[in-house]
């Protein structure tokens, strides 16, 4: 069984940074991607940024050149970082280990942006 657990959310000012952290347990097999995904309210979750096990990496486009995704494999963590945060970034962020047979999610962590 695998298990994502979340750490790093809060509240923040427009323009200031944040680091979101993910770290799995169990069973984790070599080829997966792992990545981070945000769900506002009344809104559909979407990708933020994902990073394959072999270094590929894909980002949403409302968030390039802003924030960077990071893993250590040996550690079997993600890490998100969040740089020149906007209101619209506001939402629960959530962290998947994606299989080809199977996505894992963690729980989430909130993230608001507001002064």
């Known amino acids: 069984q695998v298990h994502l657990v979340e750490s790093g959310g809060g509240l923040v000012q427009p323009g200031g940074s944040l680091k979101l952290s993910c770290a799995a347990s169990?069973?984790?097999?070599?080829?997966?991607?792992m990545g981070w995904y945000r769900q506002a309210p009344g809104k559909q979750r979407e990708l933020v940024a994902s990073m394959s096990s072999a270094g590929d990496t894909n980002y949403h486009d409302s968030v390039k050149g802003r924030f960077t995704i990071s893993r250590d494999n040996a550690r079997k963590m993600v890490d998100l970082q969040m740089n020149s945060l906007k209101p619209e970034d506001t939402a629960v962020y959530y962290c998947?280990?994606?299989?080809?047979?199977?996505?894992?999610w963690g729980q989430g962590t909130q993230v608001t942006v507001s002064s």
């Open positions: 998947k280990l994606g299989f080809p047979w199977k996505d894992y």
């Open positions: 169990g069973s984790i097999f070599s080829i997966n991607t």
